[in-house]
C-alpha cells in the first residue's frame, strides 16, 4: 500500500528556517505531481507550493521568495524549504502527490501532516 511520509516539522523562532520532507513508501510506478499544502483551524487547506514531474514550480504569492520546493526522483523524495518565517506561517503542512501506482492506474495521496509553528 502507498503512503506518503513526512518528516521535518516543529518549532522555529521567527527569522529562523526549517526543511519538510515527504518519502513514498510502497511499490509504485511514478510520480507526477508533488507539493505542499497547509491548514490552520477554522480554514481550508491552501496550496503552498508545487511542482511538476519535469521540475517546473508553482509558489502560494504569500511563499514566493521565501519558500523553495525540490524534489529527488531517485528516492521518490518532495522537500520543501522554508526560510524567513514568519509567525503567520504557523499551520499544519501536509505533503500531497499524485502518483502512478502502475502503468495505468493513478491517485491522489497525503501525507499524515507536520505542525509547523513559528514563534518566539
Known amino acids: 500500500q502507498v503512503q506518503l511520509v513526512e518528516s521535518g516539522g516543529g518549532l522555529v523562532q521567527p527569522g529562523g528556517s526549517l526543511g519538510l520532507s515527504c518519502s513514498v513508501s510502497?511499490?509504485?510506478?511514478?510520480?507526477?505531481?508533488m507539493g505542499w499544502y497547509r491548514q490552520v483551524p477554522g480554514n481550508q487547506r491552501e496550496l503552498v507550493a508545487v511542482?511538476?514531474?519535469?521540475?517546473?514550480?508553482n509558489y502560494a504569492d504569500s511563499v514566493k521568495g521565501r519558500f523553495t520546493i525540490s524534489r529527488d526522483n531517485a528516492r521518490n523524495t518532495a522537500y520543501l524549504q522554508k526560510n524567513s518565517l514568519k509567525p503567520e506561517v504557523t499551520a499544519v503542512y501536509y505533503c500531497?502527490?499524485?502518483?502512478?501506482?502502475?502503468?495505468?492506474?493513478?491517485?491522489?495521496?497525503w501525507g499524515q501532516g507536520n505542525q509547523v509553528t513559528v514563534s518566539s
Open positions: 511542482i511538476n514531474s519535469d521540475g517546473g514550480t
Open positions: 510502497g511499490s509504485i510506478f511514478s510520480i507526477n505531481t
Open positions: 500531497n502527490e499524485y502518483i502512478h501506482t502502475t502503468q495505468r492506474d493513478w491517485g491522489q495521496f
